[in-house]
């Protein structure tokens, strides 16, 4: 008997993993093995005796290569929750071996051993100076970004040179720039005169914020001196919530920061951008906004409104708010409204779902929220601040805790794993919605902003709560490859370039709530082509139509085939799963907003919806 075999749940395990080669089975079967595989991974994680008789039987079945790659990911998530040095540094060796693990897998192993060394501090057997053949330009860059990481957690001296050479080179990308500084902090004396020479003169402000944010977490006097130099020359339109979010989240930082902007001159210009990034993070720290604040040439001071002011404005909702000047308040990009709270299912999760907002509730509570959110704030959304041992401070709701960790989400939609173990301080804290929004409105764009919300959800409105599948949450790709602005690409081409793409080249953008996406949204003002990516959910496979309220200037590309004759309706089969569509927008032949509908054809089976979130 082979010693998996002693545990019951193993060979009824190995069942879900293996490939249907095999053993043949009825294709009920296989959807019984398909469903049920999520729900097997999350007993092994929650029940020790399986746990325990589990670890050397999935290690022999990676190690005999029998696995198909679909489930190797799974398998390999839940072996890093609990697996020691030698079975770490088996996913080690095939991360590095020439021949070994790549794609979602390779990715898969990274998050293991990222997960492994910050929440277990366990560091896996073997020669760890070998991560560096990750640090490829040619890897992709999530894996290239995730190596650096590591290396930066374990420390190993002989990493330290060639983060260095990364951190210098001048085509270094910014994400990994960033990802090789906060690395090379960990690095002693050589890694911090590295990113000091960067903060004081990095060849553009990207590289410096860059900086700036490593050297705060070595020396916050001399990160704060440098930052206000870089605040005080920043260009116009420069966005400073990079540069911003290194002191907003460490104890201390805000102060220290503020201390240092008494030393130069700040143009109303910057010291709004700054004050604006502030509030877009859910914070609005006293010394450091009445500096921002003083410099922008805003009062900060205000006084609560008296219960006949909070009257009078009701009073003008009710007389001079306009509805659609409200949702054009709510979508600007600088109040990061939609950053925070969804509608219709597009938008953030980390507030209410405001939807259905208006019938449930009176104009003066609309108000007082808008004024003082924490003065109404609910409990599932109130917050958490947390300090951790090394001086981060990381505030958010909370999405999930157990013994071991806690996991907030903060204002800007991403979840932070923090170990109990790591936790200094930790206290409750009010909404994230900060106090002042308000202080980029005038008082008509208030009004009409408290009018918007007090008609979202009113049934028999324009409003109201809608039933059709709409796609609300479209990407638009910032920055398109060459190819793709000259002419339109060509399917190989199209295959090629645009999957690599790193997602934060996708910008977010929102269809209004009767589901147009402006024209002047997408262009920008620009007359290139444009490219949007959809994306829907395919909960049961089969026949899903897209409905184009107009088709003029549109071509598509459905799972990266493109219809090569485009109308108003078509059909497309759709495996289970999310499912992409690219639209490419040419405002030269289009005057009309995008609207795409999702629709049943006759005789399908298909259930699919737009996918949602931020």
Not at 24 to 33: A, K, Y
Not at 247 to 276: N, Y
Not at 512 to 521: A, I, Y
């Amino acid at each position: 008997m082979e010693p998996y075999e002693r545990f019951s749940c193993v060979p009824c395990f190995s069942w879900f993993l293996l490939p249907t080669s095999f053993m043949p089975v009825s294709p009920v079967v296989m959807r019984t093995r398909r469903r049920l595989f999520p729900l097997l991974i999350v007993l092994s994680l929650v029940t020790p005796a399986f746990g325990q008789g589990a670890g050397d039987a999935l290690m022999r079945l990676l190690k005999g290569g029998k696995l198909p790659p679909e489930r190797l990911p799974a398998v390999i998530e839940m072996v890093s929750k609990r697996g020691d040095a030698t079975e770490l540094g088996y996913f080690f060796e095939q991360l590095t071996n020439e021949n070994g693990w790549t794609g979602d897998v390779a990715a898969a192993a990274l998050d293991g051993l990222v997960e492994a060394a910050e929440n277990r501090k366990l560091k896996p057997e073997g020669d760890l100076s070998k991560i560096a053949t990750l640090f490829d330009a040619k890897q992709p860059a999530a894996v290239r970004n995730q190596a650096i990481h590591l290396a930066g957690l374990w420390r190993a001296p002989e990493l330290a040179e060639p983060l260095q050479v990364i951190a210098k080179a001048e085509k270094t990308a910014p994400e990994t720039r960033s990802a090789t500084l906060v690395a090379l902090a960990n690095f002693g004396e050589d890694g911090r005169k590295t990113i000091e020479s960067l903060a004081a003169s990095g060849d553009s402000s990207e590289v410096r914020a860059a900086a700036i944010s490593a050297l705060a977490g070595l020396d916050l006097a001399a990160a704060a001196k440098y930052a206000a130099q870089a605040l005080a020359a920043a260009k116009p339109k420069e966005d400073p919530s990079a540069l911003l979010g290194a002191f907003l989240t460490r104890q201390g930082g805000p102060d220290s920061l503020a201390a240092a902007l008494a030393d130069v001159t700040l143009s109303p210009e910057s010291a709004k951008a700054a004050l604006r990034s502030m509030y877009a993070v859910g914070r609005s720290d006293g010394s450091l906004s009445a500096a921002l604040g003083k410099a922008a040439g805003i009062a900060m001071e205000d006084k609560p409104l008296t219960p006949e002011e909070v009257s009078k404005l009701v009073a003008a909702v009710q007389s001079e708010g306009d509805v659609e000047r409200g949702e054009l308040v709510f979508r600007r990009r600088d109040l990061s409204c939609l950053n925070c709270h969804a509608v219709s299912g597009a938008g953030g999760n980390i507030g209410p779902d405001l939807s259905a907002i208006g019938p449930s509730n009176p104009l003066d509570y609309l108000v007082a929220s808008i004024l003082d959110p924490d003065a109404a704030v609910k409990e599932h959304f109130a917050t958490q601040i947390v300090i951790t041992s090394d001086g981060l401070v990381v505030t958010g709701i909370v999405a999930d805790e157990n013994d071991a960790r806690l996991i907030l989400r903060t204002a800007e939609g991403t979840d932070r794993s923090i170990p109990k173990a790591d936790i200094e301080e930790r206290e409750k804290g009010g909404s994230l919605m900060p106090k002042g929004l308000v202080k980029f409105m005038t008082r008509q764009e208030f009004v009409d902003l408290v009018r918007f919300l007090a008609e979202l959800g009113k049934p028999g409105t324009p409003y109201a709560v809608r039933s059709q599948p709409i796609v609300q949450r479209w990407r638009l790709l910032v920055d398109p490859p060459a190819s793709f602005e000259d002419s339109l690409p060509d399917e190989a081409t199209f295959r090629d370039e645009l999957p690599p793409i790193a997602a934060s080249d996708w910008q977010p953008l929102y269809s209004r709530v009767d589901g147009n996406l402006p024209l002047s949204d997408i262009t920008a003002g620009e007359d290139r082509p444009r490219y949007l990516l959809a994306e829907i959910d395919v909960r049961s496979s089969g026949a899903v139509g897209l409905k184009f309220d107009d088709a003029g200037g549109l071509d598509v590309w459905v799972n990266g085939d493109h219809i090569d004759t485009l109308s108003r309706q078509l059909a497309t089969e759709f495996p289970e799963g999310r499912q992409t569509i690219v639209v490419r927008v040419d405002p030269e032949m289009r005057t009309a907003p995008l609207k795409v509908e999702l629709f049943r054809p006759e005789g399908s089976s298909a259930v699919a919806v737009p996918a949602g979130g931020i």
